[in-house]
């Protein structure tokens, strides 16, 4: 089930975004980041405009999706940018998607127009994830991430809402 995290959920969404790190595939975070560490940034997100989601499935947290500003200037207060996570032991099993079903669906409710992603070129799971929901290739910065002596690139996916109803 698709919720809004509670603060209490904090603990569980970093060990998620720390079990990413050492994959090099979905973060550019080189060392796993502490709950304090986060505190703030689970604080940026509120209900009404930049959520923070979480799968519980079994009383656990499998995955989450934040929706956080984009370029931190007024004029982006209708794009914001997609982050999804799932627990390595959850993957394969839908919640990524919907997760990303759920944020558009609930995005243009928010005042959002325009969603973006951010994915390492060689994250082949995350771009067919997004690929699937709509989004599409708006651009590609090469080589920007060095990961233990590899340049990666990142692509710019994005994804543009239907109007308020």
Same mark, same amino acid.
């Given at each position: 089930?698709? !919720?809004?995290?509670?603060?209490?959920?904090? *603990?569980?969404?970093?060990?998620i975004?720390?079990?990413a790190? *050492?994959e090099r595939?979905?973060?550019a975070?080189l060392? *796993?980041v502490s709950?304090?560490s986060?505190?703030?940034?689970?604080a940026s997100?509120?209900? @009404?405009?930049?959520?923070?989601w979480?799968?519980?499935d079994?009383g656990?947290? +499998?995955g989450w999706?934040?929706? %956080?500003?984009?370029?931190?200037? *007024?004029?982006?207060d209708s794009?914001?940018e997609?982050?999804?996570?799932?627990?390595?032991?959850?993957r394969?099993r %839908?919640? %990524?998607?919907?997760l990303v079903? @759920?944020?558009?669906?609930?995005a243009p @409710?928010?005042g959002l127009?325009?969603?973006?992603?951010?994915v390492?070129g060689?994250?082949?799971? +995350?771009? +067919?994830?997004?690929?699937?929901? @709509?989004?599409?290739i708006?651009? !590609?910065?090469p080589g920007?991430?060095?990961?233990? %002596?590899?340049? !990666?690139?990142?692509?710019?996916?994005?994804? !543009?809402l239907p109007p308020?109803?």
């Amino acid at each position: 089930m698709m !919720r809004l995290a509670l603060r209490a959920d904090l *603990p569980a969404v970093v060990a998620i975004y720390n079990a990413a790190i *050492p994959e090099r595939l979905a973060t550019a975070d080189l060392e *796993p980041v502490s709950v304090e560490s986060r505190e703030s940034w689970f604080a940026s997100h509120t209900a @009404g405009h930049h959520p923070l989601w979480v799968w519980e499935d079994g009383g656990g947290i +499998s995955g989450w999706l934040s929706l %956080g500003s984009f370029y931190g200037r *007024p004029a982006y207060d209708s794009t914001a940018e997609v982050s999804v996570y799932v627990h390595p032991e959850s993957r394969r099993r %839908g919640i %990524g998607a919907s997760l990303v079903g @759920g944020a558009k669906a609930t995005a243009p @409710g928010l005042g959002l127009a325009t969603l973006l992603a951010f994915v390492f070129g060689h994250n082949q799971p +995350s771009l +067919s994830l997004f690929a699937r929901h @709509g989004f599409e290739i708006w651009g !590609r910065l090469p080589g920007v991430a060095r990961m233990e %002596g590899i340049e !990666r690139d990142l692509v710019v996916l994005g994804c !543009r809402l239907p109007p308020r109803a």
